[in-house]
C-alpha cells in the first residue's frame, strides 16, 4: 500500500489526445473495499480515466498510482491483479461461455485443471450454469454482461473497473447485473466504476465523483451530494408547450431554486407538497410530480445540463 | 515470451470451432490447382518437349507451395487482425489481461505460421504424390513456405492494425496479393518479364520464396543462392514485425 493506504491514487491526473484535454488534472483516491463511482455524462474523461487506470492508456501528466505500483513500468503486474468490465463487450462469441472464462484465465497463466473449477463458481454466482456449453452469441445483452463479469472475477483480482456496467440494458437486466456487483462489494472486493446513470450510483456507490468536461466538480457520498447540493425534495412541473420562464420569487420565498428546462420546471423545496397548490393556481401546468432530489438535480445544479440527453 | 503462447493458444482454441473447412480446402485446393496445371495446362505448354527444363507441374508445383503459403498467410493476418481491433476486440480482452502488445502481436503471428506450416505440410504431400519432387532437399521447401508465409503475415497484420476501413483489405489484395501471385515466378519465368517489372520481382519475398523452393525441388540448390533468399525473407519478415508492434501499440494503447 502507499502511503495513503489506498489502491488507487491520482494527483492532477491528465490524458490529452492532441489538442484536446480529455482528462484535466483530476485528484482522486480509492480505498480498498469501498465502491467508488465516476458519474458524468458521455464525454466527461470518465472512460479515458479508467483506461488510465487499467493500464492501457499512457497518462499525459500529473502521478497515478494503482496497486501502488506505477502503470508506465508495471503495467502487467498491475493489470495481473485487476478486473476489468469494458464498455464495448470483448467476448468470443464463437466460443462457448464456458471456454470464454477458461481462455480468459489462461491469460493470467491459470491452469486449465483450476480453471475449469473456477468457471463453475463463476458461471453460479452470474447464474449462466445452464447456459455453460452454448455459445456466446445468441445469449442477450444482460447475459453476455454477466459473462463479462465473470469472467473478469477469474483471477480473483483485488479491484474490478467497470466502464458503464449496464448502459444498454434493459431495467429487469440492470437489476441482475446491480445485484452481483452488490454482493462483490459485501465480499469485499474494491469497485471502481463509471456511470452516466444517476440510479446506478446511488444504488452503487459508497462514493463518486460528479465530472464533467475532464474535471471533476464534486466527490462525496450520493447522499451527501444531494444533502450539500440540493434540497430535499424537488417538484417537477410540466407543460403542454414551453415552459414560462420564471424565477424563485414566484414562490415567495419558499423555493431555494428554479431549473427551467425546455419541457418543465423543477422547483427545489424543502416542502413539494406546500408548493402543489400554489404551482397549480399561479402557473397552469398540465402536470405536477412531487420526488425526492436525486443525483441529476445535483448535476443540473453544478453544470446547468442533465445527464442523460 | 509465455504471455505470446497465452495469446496463440486462444487463436488455437479459437480455430477449433471452423477447422473442418480449412481442413478440406488446405487438402483439395493443391489436389485441384495440381490437376488443372500439370495435367491440364502442361499438356500444352510441354508441347512434346520441356522448354523449360523439366515437365510444366515439375515447373510449377514449387510455386504453387510457396504461393499457398503466402495466400493463407495473407487472408489470416488481414480482416482478422482488423477484427480483432475493432469489431470482436479480442485484443482489447488480451490486454487487460497481463498480457503486453508485444505478446499479442506475436501470439497471433505464431498462429498464421501454424496455419501456413499444416496446409503447406498438405501440399508438399501432394507435390510428392504427384511425382514433383526430384530431391530429398525438397522437404526443406516446406520451412521456406512457412518463412515466406511469417513474410508476408507481418507486414499485413501491420497495414491491417493502420488500415482505416476494411475497403483496405480488398484493396491490398487487388494490387498486392493477386498480382504477385500471377507475376512472381509462380507460373513462368520472370526472366520473361519486361524491364523493370522483372526487377520489381526480384525484389518480392515471393519470388525468392518461389526460387528457392523450385531449386530444393529440382535438387539444384546451392548454399550462396540459399542463404541470399532466406536472408531476404528474415529481413523482410523482421522489418514486419517492428512494424506490426509499432501499429498496434498505436492502436491498443492510447
Known amino acids: 500500500m502507499s502511503e495513503h493506504g489506498a489502491l488507487i491514487h491520482a494527483r492532477g491526473l491528465t490524458k490529452r489526445f492532441g489538442g484536446l484535454t480529455a482528462v484535466d488534472e483530476i485528484d482522486f483516491d480509492v480505498q480498498p473495499g469501498e465502491a467508488f463511482g465516476f458519474l458524468g455524462p458521455n464525454g466527461a474523461g470518465k472512460s479515458s480515466t479508467m483506461r488510465m487506470i487499467g493500464c492501457v492508456s499512457p497518462i499525459s501528466g500529473g502521478t497515478l498510482r494503482v496497486l501502488d505500483m506505477d502503470p508506465a513500468v508495471e503495467g502487467a503486474r498491475i493489470r495481473a491483479r485487476l478486473g476489468v468490465v469494458p464498455q464495448l463487450d470483448n467476448l468470443d462469441n464463437e466460443l462457448t461461455v464456458r471456454e470464454n472464462i477458461i481462455i480468459y484465465g489462461r491469460y493470467f497463466g491459470l491452469s486449465r485443471r483450476e480453471l475449469r473449477v473456477r468457471a463453475e463458481e463463476l458461471l453460479d454466482f452470474v447464474q449462466l450454469s445452464e447456459r455453460a456449453n452454448d455459445p456466446v452469441e445468441p445469449l442477450s445483452g444482460g447475459m453476455k454482461r454477466r459473462l463479462t463479469i465473470a469472467r473478469s472475477l477469474v483471477n480473483n483480482p483485488e479491484l474490478l473497473l467497470l466502464d458503464e456496467p449496464t448502459t444498454g440494458l434493459d431495467p429487469q437486466a440492470r437489476h441482475v447485473v446491480w445485484d452481483r456487483l452488490f454482493r462483490l462489494k459485501q465480499q469485499g472486493v474494491t469497485l471502481v466504476l463509471t456511470t452516466h446513470y444517476m440510479d446506478e450510483a446511488e444504488q452503487l456507490c459508497d462514493r463518486l465523483v460528479i465530472m464533467d468536461q475532464g474535471k471533476i466538480a464534486e466527490e462525496g457520498s450520493p447522499l451527501e451530494l444531494i444533502r450539500r447540493l440540493s434540497t430535499r425534495e424537488v417538484v417537477e412541473l410540466r407543460f403542454v408547450g414551453d415552459a414560462p420562464e420564471i424565477g424563485p420569487e414566484v414562490f415567495d420565498g419558499k423555493v431555494a431554486r428554479v431549473e427551467v428546462l425546455p419541457d418543465r420546471i423543477l422547483l427545489y423545496t424543502d416542502d413539494g407538497d406546500a408548493l402543489v397548490p400554489v404551482a397549480h393556481e399561479r402557473l397552469q401546468p398540465q402536470s405536477v410530480l412531487v420526488r425526492r432530489s436525486t443525483l441529476e438535480d445535483v448535476f443540473l445544479r453544478l453544470t446547468g445540463r442533465t445527464l442523460v440527453d | ?254
Do not use: C
Not at chain 2, 504477385?180 to 526480384?202: D, H, I, K, M, W
Open chain 2, 1 to 254: 515470451m509465455t504471455g505470446a503462447f497465452l495469446a496463440y493458444e486462444h487463436w488455437v482454441v479459437s480455430y477449433r470451432r471452423l477447422w473442418r473447412a480449412s481442413v478440406v480446402s488446405s487438402i483439395l485446393n493443391p489436389i485441384l490447382y495440381l490437376t488443372a496445371l500439370g495435367i491440364g495446362l502442361g499438356k500444352l505448354v510441354n508441347h512434346g518437349a520441356h522448354p523449360l527444363g523439366v515437365s510444366y507441374v515439375t515447373y510449377v508445383a514449387p510455386g504453387m507451395l510457396v504461393a499457398a503459403g503466402m495466400n493463407i498467410a495473407a487472408f489470416e493476418s488481414t480482416w482478422p487482425v482488423m477484427a480483432a481491433i475493432r469489431w470482436t476486440r479480442v485484443y482489447h480482452a488480451m490486454l487487460s489481461a497481463p498480457l503486453r502488445v508485444r505478446d499479442v502481436m506475436v501470439g497471433h503471428q505464431l498462429y498464421f505460421a501454424s496455419r501456413v506450416a499444416t496446409s503447406t505440410g498438405v501440399y508438399l504431400l501432394a507435390l510428392a504424390a504427384f511425382g514433383t519432387l526430384h530431391s530429398p532437399y525438397a522437404v526443406f521447401a516446406w520451412p521456406v513456405a512457412v518463412l515466406v508465409g511469417v513474410a508476408f503475415s507481418a507486414p499485413l497484420a501491420a497495414y491491417a492494425a493502420w488500415a482505416p476501413k476494411d475497403s483496405y483489405m480488398a484493396a491490398i489484395f487487388r494490387f498486392g496479393i493477386v498480382p504477385l501471385f500471377l507475376f512472381s515466378g509462380t507460373f513462368f519465368p520472370v526472366t520473361r518479364l519486361p524491364e523493370g517489372l522483372r526487377q520489381l520481382a526480384y525484389a518480392t519475398p515471393l519470388w525468392h520464396g518461389v526460387d528457392l523452393a523450385r531449386h530444393l525441388t529440382l535438387g539444384t540448390v546451392t548454399w550462396g543462392m540459399a542463404l541470399v533468399h532466406v536472408a531476404y525473407l528474415v529481413a523482410f519478415a523482421a522489418v514486419g514485425l517492428w512494424l506490426a508492434e509499432r501499429t498496434y501499440a498505436g492502436k491498443l494503447v492510447r
